[in-house]
């Protein structure tokens, strides 16, 4: 973990996110806050993400000058880690790690005066109330939250390097190999509905579509009712 100066570990926050932009100018960065709880974790888009003990809840605060493609980036490292106990975990584009059609991780990154990346993995907590859509890492194997926490830190800290070096495209093979729904037709909702089929991602990280009128990059959006229920 010799990329992150400190980790700061606090039992129940509002969001990490929020309590990571209060104490930003407090801590060298980069640095990582762990929670155990959440009382308003919130996924993309202001989701309402279930955070209650048992799960795996971090943001890292990171000092980047440029980050174009770090969103995808960091599902790597978490998919890396957590296939050593699921092998059948995908990532939905841009960043959801997901079984099947159901979400095991989301990643959320907001950038202001820093890079706040946080991290949410449902490994035994409670998620009686999204199970339809949801799965736990507990459903397949037996593991403590702070052992994952400790390997995607480590596993990051290796790829960082590469990332800050030469950007995205250094992982986006890596990246099409684990994409769900590479081949397949799908919705976006970027504002307004684009339609294609997914060719997969480009050097940055952006999703390219052949659609009827020819090839799009999509830098930013949501795919439209991929989880069951939704």
Known sequence: MEFFKSIVYM???????????????????????????????????????????????????????????????LSIPIIRVLREYVPEIKVKWPNDIVVGRKKLAGILVEKSNYVF?????NISNDISEVESISVRLSDFSTVEPEQIFIEILEMQSILMPIFLESGFESFSEEYNKNLIFLGEKIKVDVGHIIEG??????????????????????????????YQNS
């Open 11 to 73: 039992y129940e926050v509002s969001s990490t996110m929020d309590v990571a932009k209060n104490l930003s100018n407090f801590f060298e960065i980069p640095f990582a806050i762990r929670a155990s709880v959440q009382s308003a974790g919130r996924g993309q888009y202001g989701r309402k993400w279930s955070s209650s003990l048992g799960g795996l809840f971090f943001t890292e605060v990171l000092d980047l000058k440029n980050i174009l493609g770090f969103s995808t980036f």
């Open 117 to 121: 990346a946080g991290v949410g993995i």
């Open 197 to 226: 089929t997914v060719i997969g991602v480009g050097k940055n990280g952006e999703l390219i579509l052949k659609t009827i009128d020819g090839v799009k990059e999509v830098y930013s959006g949501s795919v439209v009712n991929f």
